[in-house]
């Protein structure tokens, strides 16, 4: 039964791809589908937040404002109060898209994947995670100050979501970014019901 | 392998398959036009706080305000850093209690009264980007400021976003302040000019000519009782046509302004008051405006002209200019002028167009009415470069453009090639910032001004640019270069260092890893062909400081004055030091302040030829003994990443003499949202652009004016050692300031500026302090 449901996973995937599904998350719901303060802790601070704009995604894959039927996206980042090099991420960043069905939001992913699939940062490296629908994570160190990244993307119904956490090497740990992804996640499972 | 499982093997195969062509279709995004990759939208436009955009503060520091106005209830007590910011002569020049920042600089002075200078800044102080003015008519002690009056659509509606000033006076003194508006929300946008006749404090309100009917050739503005006339003050305008912010239709940016004396022939024009469509001119397909009779005493003392970007399909940005004799009212049908040339051939374009192009400015000899117009052009095969065409008969027609030099800018340290710490703080991957910090500074806006003498003069043209060449994507060493033309921008002489700080030049040995390196040099850790790139390809090497957003003007003496952005003071902020410790990497090279530099050009001879080789003796005046005639020519198109001159220039005999202008060194990490904007030039004045009847300059007892952007009255957005409010943009805050100095003396401290030479800690990290925070209302 396990090996029928990892052949039959392609299927699904590409399913997905070819624009099958419906909107189950309102667009007005965008907002919530993001981290909040709550869900990060009280020693971050957000210095950002709204809806996306040309910046967070300039220079991307995923530049296409109106790409797969994208009605929206909403960011926010989180910075931490206190000594730079105590354990944890030093700068969050939590952001969502919804589309009008699965299969943009599927489209999205994969524009994920080959966006993490390198990196201009040194030691890069995949990162298996298992977040949502279907995910997809990377990891890489910042020369000079080894500063770490991890980055997770994921997709959830008609949604895709993504969080990066950065802080320097040996203080922010995968584990930080995938319980950060989960977190989200359990907000946009709220907000799809 | 039984059938089932055959076949389940097959339809496994099969899927994956398509998943995988289809994963690489969907990532089929167009290749940007900008054969290096640089990003090809508008530099400008929509630059916001997040939504909100208001700081919900009551108070927040104010240092450098002057003059006894009205004060707020404001019981704090000043911090150190607000106390150090008093100390010195710099004048805040924005006089708002808004907490926003203001920032991107221009300026020019009264030729009929020298007293009055104008200057005009991207100010949020609603909240949101719109174009600020400020006026003063004491040489700079006082001012008087507000926001510019927005446009006025055939929609009804008003254009209230805002920014890109560029002010000039004609020789009559009327000022004139040009800009971009544009809507947050959909694609509608265009190019206008204010104008005013009381010394920039009342500023006209453009009109977007409203058609009634086809055969209507007058238009109309508001309606009934609207006493503008239609059309005034729109040089180009573009609806949106389907209310959705999607690059639907060509869009405008960075234009400039200039203005100087109809050349000998050429008679005054007035033109039809509608707009050409932007799609038309981008496609070359667009109907001339028809000419009108002027309207009877509209005709200024000069010609106007007005310079943009225009982004669209066709290239991703085309240089456009339309002109002006009435004063701003009507203008000429934009017409394309960046040319084509055979160093445009790598841009692919129909005809070796120049049509990846930006940032340009026009500048006029004030004797002669010739006109020049620079502009940076990526229509390359790696790095991006500097050309200059001209028009002699009041820009109906152009030369083929000049190429005055490369610009170095691919190496510039982006997100795309090591930066993550930037896109992590919100700022675009593409955008070119510094190292230890994260605001953009991509080398588009360079600066270019006519000598404003005739005679022997009356053919020299002058360059200020920045670029990396001293540096590389791991460690930023922007310089600022000086470049001369003798006979009318086809031959140019250059560069020339005008930063004299220690400026160490890459080389195999000092910047490339052992691992990794690619291309080497200035070049290390580059990806062929694109910025992209790995700084762990590059050595960590401090070569020098930082300098960038040079302005040039120059008197009608020959005193060039250049003004610039300069970190060079700053040799001991550790890393891991300010606001943001994961971006501080290298030591120094942080707190940034204003600087100068002069030298004089007395004497000049002509230099025209198509080689390249060392400076004839006559033309070497404010020229580095390193410079060569035609540098372009000494390193092709395309130079390779050993050495190219501006490298190693021997600081002993540069020849400008630098001065500190501002008084401290402050933190742009302060400046605008997580620090991730700082404008995108400054600005300086030597006098008025146009000479006029009474124009005291150098010896006769003017002083030249800076009008520069810092963060002294930021202050941190929260970790890691301040308090934070929970609001944005929190505590952030750029201010825009002013201050004199002489540029024709010898002396070695003529910048006037006093105070710290040094990272001072108080600017270093600033905390928010807590007595800022909302206090709710009628607490204070």
Same mark, same amino acid.
């Given at each position: ?193 | ?60 520091? =104010? ?105 000039? *006076? ?98 005054? =024009?007035? *033109? ?274 930082? =300098? ?107 020849? *400008? ?124």
């Amino acid at each position: 039964m396990r090996r029928l449901a990892l052949l039959l996973a392609p299927l699904v995937l590409v399913a997905a791809g070819c624009g099958g599904g419906g909107a189950t998350i309102d667009k007005q719901r965008l907002s919530s589908l993001v981290l909040t303060r709550q869900a990060v802790g009280n020693r971050y601070a957000p210095f950002y937040s709204g809806a996306q704009t040309q910046l967070d995604t300039q220079g991307t894959p995923r530049a296409d404002a109106s790409r797969f039927g994208r009605e929206g996206g909403w960011v926010i980042r989180f910075h931490r109060v206190g000594p730079p090099k105590a354990p944890g991420p030093l700068v969050v960043e939590s952001r969502a898209d919804l589309f009008d069905g699965s299969g943009g939001a599927g489209k999205d992913l994969a524009l994920y994947r080959e966006m993490y699939s390198s990196s201009p940062g040194a030691e890069h490296k995949a990162m298996s995670v298992s977040v949502g629908d279907e995910s997809v994570g990377d990891t890489f160190v910042q020369p000079g100050q080894r500063v770490r990244f991890y980055r997770i993307a994921w997709r959830y119904e008609n949604a895709t979501a993504a969080v990066t956490a950065e802080g320097f090497d040996g203080k922010v740990t995968q584990r930080d970014a995938v319980r950060l992804a989960q977190s989200q996640q359990r907000r946009i499972e709220r907000a799809a019901r | 392998m039984n059938r089932r499982r055959l076949g389940f093997l097959t339809l496994f195969v099969t899927l994956a398959g398509l998943l995988v062509f289809w994963a690489s279709a969907a990532s089929g995004v167009p290749e940007p036009p900008f054969a290096d990759d640089e990003d090809t939208t508008p530099t400008s436009g929509v630059y916001d706080f997040s939504r909100g955009g208001g700081t919900n503060l009551t108070e927040c520091p =104010q240092a450098g305000l002057q003059g006894n106005n009205p004060q707020p209830l404001d019981k704090r007590s000043l911090d150190a850093t607000e106390r150090k910011s008093n100390g010195g002569s710099d004048t805040r020049v924005n006089q708002d209690y808004s907490c926003m920042p203001q920032d991107e600089t221009a300026l020019d002075v009264n030729p009929q009264a020298t007293r009055n200078i104008i200057g005009g800044a991207n100010d949020y102080r609603l909240g949101w980007g719109t174009s600020g003015f400020y006026a003063s008519t004491d040489n700079g002690k006082t001012w008087y400021d507000g926001i510019t009056p927005f446009p006025s659509l055939p929609s009804g509606d008003n254009l209230d976003g805002g920014g890109d000033p560029a002010i000039v *006076f004609d020789r009559s003194g009327v000022a004139y302040y040009a800009q971009i508006n544009f809507n947050r929300t959909d694609d509608t946008s265009g190019v206008w000019v204010n104008r005013s006749t009381n010394g920039g404090f009342t500023w006209t309100r453009p009109c977007v000519a409203i058609q009634q009917g086809a055969a209507d050739q007058q238009g109309a503005c508001g309606g009934a009782g609207d006493v503008r006339q239609p059309g005034d003050g729109t040089v180009s305008f573009q609806q949106d046509n389907d209310t959705v912010l999607n690059g639907s239709v060509p869009s405008h940016d960075k234009e400039w302004i200039t203005a100087g004396p109809r050349p000998a022939g050429v008679d005054p =024009q007035c *033109f039809s008051p509608f707009a050409v469509s932007t799609i038309a001119l981008a496609a070359g397909t667009a109907t001339p405006k028809t000419t009108v009779p002027c309207t009877p005493g509209t005709i200024g003392s000069d010609r106007l002209y007005v310079t943009f970007s225009l982004f669209s399909g066709a290239g991703s940005a085309q240089i456009f200019l339309s002109y002006s004799d009435d004063q701003g009212r009507t203008w000429s049908t934009p017409k394309f002028i960046a040319g084509a040339a055979a160093f445009c051939a790598p841009g692919g374009r129909p005809g070796n167009a120049c049509d990846d192009s930006q940032g340009s400015q026009p500048t006029v000899n004030p004797n002669t009415g010739q006109l020049w117009v620079g502009f940076l052009n990526g229509d390359t095969e790696d790095e991006d470069q500097y050309l200059v065409v001209t028009s002699v008969d009041g820009g109906q027609t152009f030369s083929p453009p000049s190429r005055v030099d490369t610009i170095y800018d691919v190496n510039e340290p982006r997100g795309v090639n090591g930066r993550s710490d930037c896109t992590a703080r919100g700022q675009g991957s593409t955008r070119a910032v510094p190292t230890n910090s994260c605001f953009r500074f991509d080398p588009i806006m360079h600066s270019i001004v006519a000598d404003k003498r005739g005679g022997a003069f009356a053919n020299d043209v002058y360059v200020a640019i920045y670029d990396n060449r001293n540096g590389t994507i791991r460690d930023s060493n922007n310089d600022v270069f000086f470049y001369k033309s003798t006979d009318g921008g086809t031959t140019w002489i250059g560069p020339t260092r005008v930063n004299n700080d220690r400026s160490d030049a890459p080389t195999a040995a000092n910047a490339n890893a052992a691992t990794n390196a690619r291309q080497g040099a200035r070049d290390c850790g580059r990806n062929n062909g694109t910025i992209a790139g790995t700084q762990s390809g590059c050595l960590e090497n401090n070569f020098g400081a930082d =300098q960038f957003f040079p302005w040039l003007t120059i008197d009608t003496k020959g005193n060039l004055n250049v003004s610039f952005m300069d970190r060079r003071l700053d040799t001991d902020s550790p890393v891991g030091a300010g606001a943001w410790p994961t971006s501080k990497t290298e030591v120094g090279n942080y707190l940034v302040w204003y600087w100068g530099a002069s030298c004089r050009i007395s004497s000049t001879t002509e230099v025209s030829q198509t080689t390249t080789g060392s400076v004839p003796a006559g033309a070497s005046q404010c020229v580095a003994p390193e410079a060569v005639v035609n540098p372009t020519v000494a390193t092709g198109f395309n130079p390779a990443p050993g050495a190219v001159p501006g490298q190693g220039q021997n600081p002993a005999t540069l020849p *400008f003499r630098n001065f500190q202008v501002s008084d401290v060194g402050t933190n742009y990490d302060y400046s605008f949202r997580a620090g991730i904007f700082a404008g995108d030039y400054s600005g300086n004045t030597s006098g008025p652009i146009v000479a006029g009847p009474d124009t005291p300059v150098g010896d006769n007892g003017f002083k030249a004016g800076a009008f520069w952007t810092d963060a002294r009255n930021g202050r941190g957005s929260g970790a890691p050692t301040s308090i934070e409010p929970g609001r944005n943009p929190i505590c952030e805050q750029s201010d825009v300031f002013f201050d004199t100095y002489n540029i024709d003396s010898q002396s070695n401290n003529n910048g006037g500026a006093k105070g710290n030479g040094h990272a001072d800690e108080d600017f270093l990290v600033a905390p928010c302090p807590p007595g800022i925070q909302d206090k709710g209302a009628g607490k204070h």
